[in-house]
């Protein structure tokens, strides 16, 4: 049985960071890519940024590119998501997922889901 839990989740003002992480078990962690999705109020979710099994690829979302940083602890079955100089379109509840295949990039099929953590950034 796969989980993954996030957290790390806050209330920060604009301009500050958060870092999230999530921790995951049930399967071998470091054969499968990871992705961060968040999913504001009224809107559908959406990809923030993914990392391949190795830790060794990365992908951003055009509006967190240059503020978030996605990286993985295979060795801690964790993947996490700093995210800096926050802005209140940022607010969000975030998802971490895991890919439905072991050692496949890019990623568009994720099988498993976190049960979400809530950001909010006031301005």
């Known amino acids: 049985q796969v989980q993954l839990v996030e957290s790390g989740g806050g209330l920060v003002q604009t301009g500050r960071s958060l870092r999230l992480s999530c921790a995951a078990s049930?399967?071998?962690?470091?054969?499968?890519?990871m992705g961060w999705f968040r999913q504001a109020p009224g809107k559908e979710r959406v990809f923030v940024a993914s990392?391949?099994?190795?830790?060794?690829?990365?992908e951003y979302a055009d509006s967190v590119k240059g503020r978030f940083t996605i990286s993985r602890d295979n060795a801690k079955n964790t993947v996490f998501l700093q995210m800096n100089s926050l802005k209140p379109e940022d607010t969000a509840v975030y998802y971490c997922?895991?890919?439905?295949?072991?050692?496949?990039?890019?990623?568009?099929?994720?099988?498993?889901w976190g049960q979400g953590t809530q950001v909010t950034v006031s301005s």
């Open positions: 997922a895991q890919d439905r295949v072991p050692f496949l990039w890019p990623t568009r099929q994720y099988a498993y």
């Open positions: 049930g399967r071998t962690f470091s054969s499968y890519s």
């Open positions: 990392i391949n099994w190795s830790g060794s690829t990365t």
